[in-house]
C-alpha cells in the first residue's frame, strides 16, 4: 500500500504548508503554549490521558496513523501486505530513520515496542489477536494474528499511543515505567526537560527526517516539519491566568478558551480564537465494583434523573454554538460509524421512573461518591449540574474535587468512589472504546458484561466495513441498556493564539505546532 497523494484531499489554507518549499527548519525561536494540565509520565504506553498525548504527538511515531479525515495512513511503514485471510500483515519500514539518541530505526524496536504495549499497555487488549511479531529482516516486520481483525486501526490508535522506542530502552526497563531522562523517539522534537507543573520542553531534533511522500502535513503524521527551535507545554489550570498570560504575550498559544472570554479576545489586537468542533464528549464513568453501582436498575435510575440540556447549558454557559445534545459514542462528523442507536435512553428524564427504580433496588441514601477536578472548567460545571439533579431525586450525592493526575489516579485504584467525571477525545474507530467496556481492562471500572465481550469482539474482528458498523450499533445499545457510561453531550472548544502563528489549525484534542511559522 502507498500513500496517496492528500493534499487536495483536505480543505486547509495555503499557510499551513510551507512543508514541501524547500525552507529548512528550525530558526522560529520559541513558542509558548498554555495547557490546562500536567501529563502523568512521560512513558506514553502506560497512560490513556490527553495529557500525556498532548507531547507524545511531538516525540514519538507509529508504523501507522491516522490523517486529518480520520483515515489510516503510513508514518513509519513504508508499505505493507495483507494475506488474503486478514491473519498476515507484513510491514516495510522506511529507510534510515534516527532516534533522538542517534540509533537508526530498524524492525527488532518495531517487535520489542509493541510486545512491550501488549504487555503493559492498557490500550494493549486492542492487540490481543497478534500471536507473534517476527523480524525478517532489518527494515521487515511481520504480524501474526490467530483471528483476523483491523489490525492497522489498532496500532494507529493515538491513546494510549503504541509509540516506537529503540529496543535497548525497552530491554533496560522491560514493562516498568521508563524514567524522563531515558524517554527517546523519532519524531520532530525530544524530550529536554519535564518539569511538571511547570512545563514540559520540546527542542527541535535537528536529524529528523520528514516524509517527503506527503505534500503537507495532515493528522498527526504527513510532511511535519519542526519551524520552532523549542516549544514549552506550559500547564496553567487557572483560566484567567491562561488568558493574561496570552493578553501580555507571555504566551503564544492557550487551549480551553473560557466562552466568557471570547468576544474579549476576539476584540483584541494580534489575537485570535480558534474553535475545535467537536473536542469533548462530556460523560460519567461508573465504577460498577462499587454497591450499589453494580446493579444495572440504580444505573438506569441515574440516567432516567438527567436533564442532559441542563448539564450541557451548564458546562457552555448556556452557549449554543459550543455544546450539542446527541447520544452517539462517536461523534457524527465520523460519518462511518455514527449511530443514534440507544437514543430512546438519552435525554428522556423520567422522575417516576426514578423513584420506581431507586425503591425496587432498596437505595437508602448511601453515599455516592463523585469524582472530579476544577482543571476543566467544562468538567466542573458538568459535574455540578448533574449532582445537583442527582441529589434533587434522593440521590446522595457527595462530589469529591482535586487535580486531575490526582483524580486519575484514585479512579484507577477502583475503590473507594462511585462516579468519574471525565470527556473523551474523539475514538477514531470503535476498536478504541474497546479498554472502556471490556471486563479485561482497568479503563473499564469494573464493568463486565458477557454480551458486551461478544459484541466487542465482533468489532474488532477484520470483518467488511458493514459487518463491523453494524456490530457496533449493537455496541452501544448495549452501553445505553445496561448504562455501561452516561453520556451528557459533546462540548466544543475554544483556543486562542496569536495572530502571527501562520498555519496552526485545531485537530482532535492536541494542539499542532509543526508545519507553523511566525508571519
Given amino acids: 500500500m502507498k500513500p496517496r497523494n492528500i493534499g487536495t484531499t483536505i480543505a486547509l489554507a495555503a499557510g499551513l504548508l510551507l512543508a514541501g518549499t524547500g525552507l529548512a527548519q528550525g530558526g522560529e525561536g520559541t513558542l509558548k503554549a498554555a495547557l490546562t494540565t500536567n501529563p502523568q509520565t ?17 516525540l514519538h511515531e507509529s508504523l501507522v496513523t491516522f490523517d486529518e479525515n480520520y483515515e489510516v495512513i503510513p508514518q513509519l511503514a513504508d508499505s505493507w501486505d495483507i494475506s488474503d485471510d486478514r491473519l498476515t500483515y507484513t510491514f516495510t519500514l522506511r529507510p534510515d530513520l534516527k532516534f533522538h539518541n542517534g540509533k537508526t530505526l530498524e524492525a527488532e524496536d518495531i517487535k520489542a515496542s509493541t510486545e512491550r504495549y501488549i504487555e503493559a499497555s492498557a490500550g494493549g487488549t486492542r492487540l490481543s489477536d497478534v500471536s507473534s511479531i517476527e523480524v525478517l529482516d532489518p527494515l521487515t516486520v511481520r504480524f501474526n494474528l490467530d483471528t483476523a481483525s483491523p ?34 523517539g523519532l519524531g520532530p522534537y525530544e524530550l529536554a526537560e519535564w518539569r511538571p507543573d511547570v512545563h514540559t520542553k520540546l527542542v527541535r531534533f535537528e536529524d529528523y527526517t520528514p516524509d517527503d511522500r506527503y505534500d503537507e502535513a495532515t493528522g498527526f503524521g504527513g510532511h511535519r516539519i519542526a519551524y520552532f527551535d523549542e516549544v514549552q507545554l506550559i500547564p496553567v489550570p487557572e483560566d484567567a491566568s491562561r488568558v493574561a498570560g496570552l493578553e501580555t504575550g507571555e504566551f503564544d498559544f492557550i487551549e480551553a478558551l473560557p466562552i466568557t472570554s471570547v468576544d474579549q479576545i476576539e476584540s483584541s489586537d494580534g489575537l485570535e480564537v480558534a474553535v475545535l468542533k467537536p473536542k469533548w464528549a462530556i460523560l460519567a464513568e461508573l465504577n460498577q465494583g462499587e454497591a450499589p453501582m453494580d446493579d444495572v436498575r440504580f444505573r438506569q435510575a441515574l440516567v432516567r434523573a438527567l436533564d442532559m440540556e441542563q448539564i450541557m447549558r451548564a458546562a457552555s454557559f448556556a452557549q449554543e454554538d459550543f455544546y450539542r445534545l446527541q447520544p452517539s459514542i462517536i461523534f457524527p462528523e465520523q460519518t462511518a460509524w455514527y449511530t443514534e442507536a440507544g437514543s430512546d435512553w438519552y435525554n428522556k428524564p423520567d422522575l417516576d421512573e426514578v423513584s420506581r427504580l431507586l425503591e425496587e433496588v432498596g437505595y437508602d441514601n448511601e453515599p455516592i461518591i463523585y469524582l472530579a477536578n476544577r482543571d476543566f472548567d467544562w468538567m466542573y460545571k458538568a459535574a455540578l449540574a448533574a449532582a445537583s439533579q442527582w441529589q434533587q431525586v434522593g440521590i446522595n450525592v457527595q ?21 468519574n467525571q471525565t470527556g473523551w477525545s474523539p475514538r477514531l474507530d470503535p476498536t478504541q472504546v474497546y479498554q472502556s467496556l471490556s471486563c479485561s481492562s482497568v479503563a473499564s471500572y469494573n464493568y463486565c458484561n458477557e454480551e458486551m465481550e461478544a459484541l466487542l469482539d465482533a468489532v474488532n474482528q477484520g470483518l467488511p466495513q458493514e ?17 455501561a457510561i452516561i453520556r451528557f453531550g459533546d462540548f466544543h472548544e475554544a483556543e486562542a493564539l496569536k495572530s502571527e502563528l501562520d498555519g496552526y489549525r485545531p485537530y482532535h484534542v492536541t494542539p499542532r505546532f509543526w508545519n507553523v511559522k511566525r508571519n
Fill in 42 to 58: 512521560m512513558d506514553t504506553h502506560l497512560s490513556t490521558t490527553t495529557a500525556v498525548h498532548q507531547v507524545a504527538i511531538y
Fill in 151 to 184: 489490525l492497522l486501526v489498532n496500532l494507529a490508535q493515538p491513546t494510549p499511543s503504541l509509540a516506537i522506542y529503540p529496543k535497548e530502552l525497552i530491554d533496560e526497563h522491560g514493562n516498568d515505567p521508563i524514567p524522563p531522562e531515558d524517554v527517546v
Fill in 399 to 419: 462530589l469529591e474535587f482535586m487535580d486531575w493526575p490526582s483524580q486519575i489516579e484514585r479512579a484507577e485504584s477502583l475503590e473507594g468512589w462511585h462516579v
Fill in 467 to 483: 459487518e463491523r458498523s453494524e456490530a457496533w450499533s449493537d455496541v452501544q445499545e448495549l452501553v445505553w441498556e445496561d448504562v
